[in-house]
């Protein structure tokens, strides 16, 4: 896909999805990984990205009122199973 | 025609049909038996994410409320016709999909624009200033201002300062709706792509590239609050 040495940073940016998501093929992630070791700008972009996907999975969420639930059960009930 | 789905349901790609898991089956067979308590345990754990998904669609919280009630009400009521084909997951959030998309349709003359824009907008997802021009020596590559920093003061894992939080809503609520569905399902929710995938009927291609846009939108928004310094 990319040859030796010719992924630039704004490259990785682009990839940094299909990397995380493993849809990479085996010679651009030797690629990828390659310049990450080398580029402490991308490394640190990757590691933002991971902390980015970390932070969401701690985001609370709104939950559904009591009445809401009440009127589900009672529903539930209702279909008589 | 399936009886899991409503003409207007049917996902036209599909890329693989998770059905549903042993636990899915055994918790399938108690709610058809009317077990109560495993009915709100499932209304409890998923009404979060549903919610949110729903928000995207509809113009007020309210609103987001009486979508996600009415998607259980229709999840009541088609249990025992729900055949298997998809996990229950999938198929739940599918109706709220599909439930919160029709309201949004009949609310889209109150809502905003900027709020019902489909339009993925496919501009650069880092300021381009932020690499080196083709005439410089290393084109493509950070500048020394451009490069990105590690962000430090904030425990990365436990609950988020408020300001992080309030920053992470904002932002999600900024997100093109199909960015932020993906976003939602796959990082706040925790399904897998192929879930995701089948319940908006989105490829594969496709759902990669929603996550990319949204996701590297609410790294930008975090970079900038560490950067400026907190």
Not at chain 1, 43 to 60: C, N, S
Not at chain 2, 40 to 63: C, E, I, P, Q, Y
Not at chain 2, 206 to 211: D, I, T
Request: aromatic share 6%; glycine share 8%.
């Amino acid at each position: 896909m990319t040859a030796p040495g010719q992924l630039d940073c704004v490259d990785v940016v682009d990839l940094v999805t299909d990397y995380l998501e493993r849809a990479l093929d085996d010679a651009t992630v030797r690629e990828f990984e390659a310049h990450l070791a080398i580029c402490d700008g991308c490394d640190a972009y990757l590691d933002q990205m991971r902390g980015t996907i970390d932070r969401l999975g701690h985001v609370p969420l709104a939950s559904l009122s009591a009445d809401a639930v009440q009127t589900l059960v009672l529903a539930f009930r209702d279909v008589g199973r | 025609m399936s009886k899991d789905t409503r003409p207007d349901q049917l996902v036209v790609f599909l890329p693989t049909q998770a059905t549903p898991s042993a636990g899915e089956r055994e918790l399938l067979a108690r709610l058809r038996a009317g077990d109560e308590a495993a009915f709100v345990d499932l209304v409890r754990r998923w009404s979060r994410t549903m919610l949110r998904v729903a928000r995207g669609h509809v113009s007020t919280d309210d609103s987001a409320q009486e979508v996600v009630q009415e998607t259980w009400l229709a999840v009541i009521k088609g249990l025992d016709g729900f055949e298997g084909r998809s996990s229950l997951r999938t198929w739940v959030f599918r109706v709220l999909v599909n439930t919160a998309k029709t309201r949004g349709v009949t609310e889209s003359r109150m809502t905003p624009m900027s709020s019902l824009a489909t339009g993925d907008d496919d501009g650069a997802i880092v300021d381009p200033d932020r690499f080196r021009g083709p005439a410089d020596r290393y084109p493509g590559h950070w500048t020394s201002a451009g490069a990105p920093q590690r962000w430090d003061g904030d425990p990365p894992r436990g609950a988020l300062r408020v300001e992080v939080r309030a920053l992470l809503e904002a932002a999600l609520a900024g997100l093109p709706q199909r960015q932020r569905n993906v976003v939602v399902l796959r990082d706040i929710e925790g399904c897998g792509s192929d879930e995701v995938c089948q319940i908006l009927g989105l490829t594969r291609e496709n759902q990669r590239v929603l996550l990319h846009r949204g996701r590297a939108k609410l790294r930008g928004a975090l970079e900038t609050y560490y950067r400026g310094g907190s």
